[in-house]
Structures are given as structure tokens and as C-alpha cells.
């Protein structure tokens, strides 16, 4: 796979099909030149996971937002992460039986989505591509 070096060369919806059509799995890394390093993270092709300094609501606050749980629940939840901080979210939701693991999954995705979606704001970066091992 031959990606630009910038990404004011190409656009990220290229990159990323280049990413898909290979089949790759491996690391994205976008570096801008002012600061963070955010990576996108690929399974065969697919994106797996979003890692950025761009803000983002937590998983709770995702849920929230869109109706899934109310103010109430996102307390219970802000509870118990602190009392195990070694779980996650969604499989303390499940848990309390404030959703399923269909809805966490759902979640998930749609948080991983809007993530990226974060990323085509940004106008310039070095791209680099770092193959699993």
C-alpha cells in the first residue's frame, strides 16, 4: 500500500479506502506538525479503534446524549467506575441492566464513527502506517 506522506496531499476518505481495499491491519498514525498524534487503528481493512486528543463525549455521556440512559443512570455508572475502575463502561451497563450487549455494541460503534469523523477535520498531518506484527 503507497500512501502520501501529508495528508494535504490526498484526503482521509482516500487513505482510508486504500487502508479498506488492502485488507490491512495496523496503525494509521496522523501527525500534526502543532501537536497530537491521533491513530486509527485497523482490523483486515475495518476500523477497530479511534485513538485522539480531538475531544470526545465518554461513553456514558454518548448514551446520554442520545436517549439510551438518563441522568440517573450515567450517576450509577459514574459510581461504579470509580469503585472498579478496572471495568468498562459498557460492561458495567449490562451488568446494571441499564442496556444490552446489542446496545453497548451499537454504542460502541457509533462513538468509534463519530471519533473519525472528528479526524476530516483536520486539514494537514503526516501520515504514517505501521503494520501489526
Known sequence: MNLPGRL?????GDVL??????????TLELT????????VHFSAGLVSR???AVPHARLGEFLRGRGFIDDRTLRRLATR???EPGRRA?????????LGPEE???ALGAQRLARL??????RDARLAFRVAG
Request: aromatic content about 6%; charged content about 25%; hydrophobic content about 45%.
Open 104 to 106: 453497548v455494541a451499537w
Open 32 to 39: 500534526c506538525d502543532a501537536g497530537p498524534v491521533h491513530r
Open 50 to 52: 479511534v485513538e485522539s
Open 90 to 98: 459498557g460492561e458495567l451497563l449490562i451488568d446494571m441492566g441499564a
Open 81 to 83: 467506575l470509580s469503585c
Open 8 to 12: 494535504r496531499l490526498t484526503t482521509l
Open 117 to 122: 469523523e472528528r479526524l476530516f477535520e483536520l
Open 17 to 26: 479506502g486504500a487502508v479498506y481495499r488492502e485488507g490491512a491491519t495496523g
